[in-house]
């Protein structure tokens, strides 16, 4: 169901990488905890199964992300909204509406499910979390753990296959906690969901999950592994020898022996080209005069990309 094949991911304007290398397969009916310090990349790695890392945070996405066979670094998050529930670790930021039964109701009416169907789910979601007595309360008047039930309630409406929770006891007190948890369990033998969830209190989840994955914070180093350089380069004729990065940053040429730099965020490369894109899905063209995308060492090397939404793709 969750396929990770080599992922990292960089921050724009941070040289060390958040994410590094990390590889794993999650099939349907598990339920992965994610563990790791703050700062260790735990909400970075969630974020990226679908999508909002990085087509909402930027920054710099290698290898391979996929849910359902689908690829979420080549299709926009809604594309994720059926497939994919997630729970941030700031519910109130999160509610769309006023009150809790219209945000239980919510996410199934942007998918467009009848109407008896939404009523019946809601009706099922109330008290399988223990929140009937609160379904006409305004949101911002309920408690901490009372509002993170409510987010989780409004993502098990819509019966995704896949769950994404950051912290979901955080706010909760022990029994609450478990109860919540039993829960996720339930979907995930009942129904064969997927879970992946972050959590610090890992004695409280350790029971119900099926797998552990460890973030460990990538330490500073000056020779830290960096994102490729990318950028529109437009030089003339000498406009396809030069190797360009965002915001202004300059590239390091492969012989550390830059020719010239006619312009901002601009050094020449000799050892390197880039590509000009045709249309999406063909192979990049080594012929080019202007591009924006990532320098590649050589049109060989090039030839095994190929051009997705204007950009350079294995």
């Known amino acids: 169901m969750i396929e990770l094949n080599d992922v990292s991911f960089w921050y724009h304007g941070q040289a060390d990488p958040v994410l590094t290398g990390v590889g794993a397969t999650i099939g349907e009916g598990e339920l992965v905890l994610v563990a790791g310090r703050t700062g260790a990349g735990k909400s970075t790695l969630l974020g990226t199964v679908n999508g909002l890392v990085p087509h909402f945070t930027g920054g710099h996405l290698e290898g391979l992300v996929a849910v359902g066979g689908a690829d979420t670094a080549s299709h926009p998050p809604r594309e994720f909204a059926h497939l994919v529930g997630v729970v941030g670790q700031d519910p109130l930021a999160g509610f769309v509406t006023d009150t809790v039964e219209e945000e239980l109701a919510y996410g199934m009416e942007q998918l467009g499910l009848p109407p008896s169907v939404m009523r019946r789910r809601v009706e099922e979601t109330l008290d399988l979390l223990g929140i009937a007595d609160l379904r006409r309360r305004a949101l911002r008047t309920l408690s901490g753990g009372q509002q993170q039930r409510v987010a989780i309630g409004s993502v098990l409406t819509m019966h995704p296959p896949v769950l994404v929770l950051d912290e979901p006891t955080s706010a909760l007190d022990p029994t609450a906690a478990e109860d919540v948890l039993a829960t996720l369990a339930r979907l995930v033998h009942d129904l064969g969901t ?49 190797a360009c990065s965002p915001g202004g940053s300059r590239c390091p040429c492969p012989s550390g022996k830059p020719a010239g730099a006619p312009g901002r965020g601009a050094r020449r490369c000799p050892a390197f080209r880039t590509f000009l894109p045709a249309r999406p899905g063909r192979r990049c063209s080594p012929a080019a005069t202007s591009w924006s995308g990532t320098a590649r060492p050589s049109p060989s090397a090039a030839s095994t990309w190929t051009c997705t939404k204007g950009r350079c793709s294995r």
């Open 194 to 242: 997927t879970v992946l969830l972050a959590e610090h209190r890992m004695e409280r989840v350790v029971s119900f999950a099926t797998g552990c994955c460890t973030c460990r914070a990538t330490e500073p180093s000056s020779t830290a592994r960096r994102p490729p350089c990318s950028g529109t380069c437009r030089s003339g004729r000498r406009s396809s020898r030069w």
